[in-house]
């Protein structure tokens, strides 16, 4: 059944950002003396805001965690993200086929990171004022239901008749959690195979690794 609407994430759903994020924090981490691989942060930090980031990070290694933690990583994370980020694949192509419904972008991260980068794609008018962020429209972020509530309202559509597209078990919770119809997709360069088992441990409709099978479940291809 076709959505009345659909709601993308974006990093890891739009950008294929997350990699990028992971080889940061890998180098920021273990650089401070708290050694940590590309695969144990995309485990760890995906989908996370940077509050819950950090909280996960003095959590793991207490009293180690030096005082400007998170000034290094704010740092290194805005060098790295500020460049032109590729799409993830089909990304692009499907946005374009789906010009007919209602759509917005519900992510963690800023409304001027997410226009940025959606003009680095020429992407920005797709969107149009529909694009919103859990530091910004919302109290609480990810993996609370709110962040999706808002949007699917700005849409002036019902939750449970939106599609959400997630890339990482929390977003995927908080999608869920507010009621709606939601399609993991792990098409991006930090896809493995364990982020395809969590996103279906979270009770979502199904996994997609492409656009193109993902537009096919929906006839769009």
């Known amino acids: 059944m076709s959505p009345a609407a659909i709601i993308f994430d974006f990093d890891g759903v739009i950008v294929d950002s997350e990699i990028v994020s992971a080889q940061v924090f890998s180098r920021a981490l273990t650089a401070a003396g708290l050694p940590t691989s590309e695969e144990e942060a995309l485990a760890a930090y995906i989908g996370l805001s940077r509050a819950d980031t950090l909280a996960a990070i003095a959590t793991q290694w207490g009293t180690r965690v030096p005082a400007d933690m998170a ?35 519900a992510s963690s991260s800023s409304t001027d990171y997410l226009r940025t980068h959606l003009d680095h794609l020429g992407q920005t008018g797709q969107f149009g004022d529909h694009i919103y962020s859990g530091r910004e429209h919302v109290t609480r972020g990810k993996p609370f239901p709110d962040l999706y ?33 939601v399609f993991g997709l792990a098409a991006g360069s930090h896809a493995r195979p364990s982020l395809t088992a969590a996103l279906e441990a979270e009770g979502v409709e199904r996994v997609f690794a492409s656009y193109a099978d993902l537009a096919g479940s929906l006839g769009l291809a």
Do not use: M, N, W
């Open 71 to 105: 000034d290094q990583l704010s740092v290194a994370t805005i060098q790295a993200l500020r460049k032109p980020i590729p799409a993830v694949p089909g990304a692009l192509a499907f946005i374009a086929r789906t010009a007919h419904l209602p759509r917005a972008i």
């Open 149 to 181: 509530l808002y949007a699917a309202d700005a849409l002036g559509v019902a939750p449970g008749d939106a599609l959400v597209i997630e890339d990482s078990p929390v977003g995927a919770r908080a999608a869920l959690a507010a009621g709606a119809r």
